[in-house]
């Protein structure tokens, strides 16, 4: 039986995100060298990413049903593991291919990997899986206490403690939970040219789509996919709708999503995004051709390159990604329990750079994609004590602006305002993020 594309294209993935690769750019690009047929896109993509949601759970239940238990699956070859992984994933979440023709795949793979003499393994393992039984979480109550609980989570222990010890165990086993399904897709449609999505987010200018939607969709220079979270960031410059005329600057910009969002929704406005990634910028500028979007090649580190010190001023900085692990699985694989605290000395710098080369009675907006207060609330504390002629805008004040003006709908129930506006991943708010908005004294 030959190996169907997209599963080849799944074990390949799975193998170079070992060796350092992100998944969905590594599938970006063998999309783009190899024409293949939709079906077989959508499968690789469905395959690579659910084997990252789950797989400590996959793991667990492979290991359960191993001659030799944890000490022999520590020494499984990379091929074989992979394909034990996918045809698991497969048997407990896609049902569309028959359960024999699954497992055939799986073991016709590893023969592919030159790997014959691990045939019968794979074969014996899966058959004693029992799909439903498989996508099914632990009979026990809900707890991070219980290891069947932790492996059905699929997410490293450090992190649950961090979001169990914040928010309690029933929130983070809820964000952890939500981290396990495939994200649904927003547009950001600032000029309101679409008529794809339906109406249910919470930003104005973004609409849901459907499955079906989803897998069509093109983006274009006017309408793109971005998540409805994303979207909300880049209204807060201008939450109060400021004055006409003035220019307002992205540090951080790429990809580019936000600044091009501000451009389209006040054409009457120059943004200008900083970039130091010379293949970044010059990515941004083909994508994002909007003639008021200016993007100028910088170091948000460095004194700015601009002939005057702008007064709005929005900083997406680098962060660990945490609230986003629904749509980046293989990164929670890779974060470390330092990993908040080294990122959050990058944010210190880039933050101060900004306070200092804004103008005076300036508007700086801070904001990550990351849950962790040391890179959020902690941060912003710590700043406005060293820069105390900053304060910090009242996030209820920001909301209400928003509202009336119909930049937002409604305000989702998983916003947390404390130190700044904190947006816990789900249903109703897309991924998670934090954002505080501060301005100086004249």
């Known amino acids: 039986m030959d190996v169907t594309i997209g599963r080849r294209l799944a074990a390949r993935a799975l193998m170079a995100v070992d060796a350092g690769a992100w998944a969905a750019d590594w599938l970006r690009q063998a999309f783009e060298s190899d024409a293949l047929p939709p079906v077989e896109r959508r499968l690789a993509t469905s395959l690579t990413l659910g084997v990252l949601r789950r797989r400590a759970w996959l793991d667990d239940q492979i290991q359960a049903r191993l001659q030799g238990g944890a000490g022999y699956f520590s020494r499984l070859d990379p091929p074989v593991l992979h394909a034990l992984r996918l045809g698991a994933y497969q048997l407990g979440w896609l049902n569309r291919m028959p359960r024999a023709v699954v497992i055939d795949q799986a073991v016709e793979s590893v023969k592919l990997a030159r790997l014959r003499s691990a045939a019968a393994l794979v074969n014996a393992v899966l058959r004693r899986m029992d799909g439903a039984q498989l996508a099914q979480p632990p009979a026990a109550t809900p707890s991070l206490d219980d290891a069947s609980w932790r492996a059905w989570l699929s997410h490293p222990g450090w992190l649950l403690e961090h979001w169990r010890n914040r928010w309690g165990e029933a929130s983070a086993i809820r964000m952890a939970e939500w981290n396990l399904r495939a994200p649904g897709e927003t547009i950001c449609d600032p000029a309101g040219q679409s008529a794809l999505g339906e109406p249910g987010a919470w930003v104005s200018g973004s609409r849901r789509l459907s499955p079906e939607e989803t897998r069509n969709f093109q983006n274009s220079s006017a309408v793109w996919l971005q ?43 120059t943004v200008i995004g900083l970039e130091k990634n010379f293949s970044r910028a010059h990515t941004m500028r083909q994508r994002y051709p909007a003639a008021n979007l200016h993007v100028v090649v910088a170091d948000a580190l ?3 390159p601009l002939r005057f010190s702008p007064s709005r001023i929005l900083l997406d900085a680098p962060c660990s990604g945490t609230g986003t692990l629904g749509r980046n699985p293989d990164l929670k694989w890779r974060l470390r329990p330092e990993d908040p605290a ?6 210190h710098d880039l933050l101060s750079q900004a306070l200092r080369g804004a103008s005076p009675g300036a508007r700086v907006v801070y904001s990550v994609c990351s849950l962790e207060a040391i890179e959020g609330e902690d941060l912003i504390r710590n700043i406005l004590l060293e820069f105390p002629a900053w304060r910090l805008i009242d996030s209820r004040k920001i909301l209400t602006h928003l509202q009336n003006r119909g930049a937002i709908h409604h305000v989702p ?13 789900g249903a109703g708010t897309g991924d998670g993020f934090f954002a505080a908005v501060l301005e100086a004294g004249a």
């Open 227 to 269: 998540n409805e979270a994303s979207q909300f960031i880049a209204l807060l410059p201008g939450y109060d709708d400021d004055q006409p005329g003035m220019a307002w600057v992205e540090a951080c910009a790429a990809p580019g999503g936000k600044a091009a969002a501000s451009a389209l929704r006040q054409p009457h406005r």
């Open 302 to 304: 460095r004194p700015w």
């Open 342 to 347: 080294r990122l959050a000395m990058l944010q």
């Open 413 to 425: 129930a998983d916003l947390i305002l404390d130190s700044g506006i904190r947006i816990l991943p």
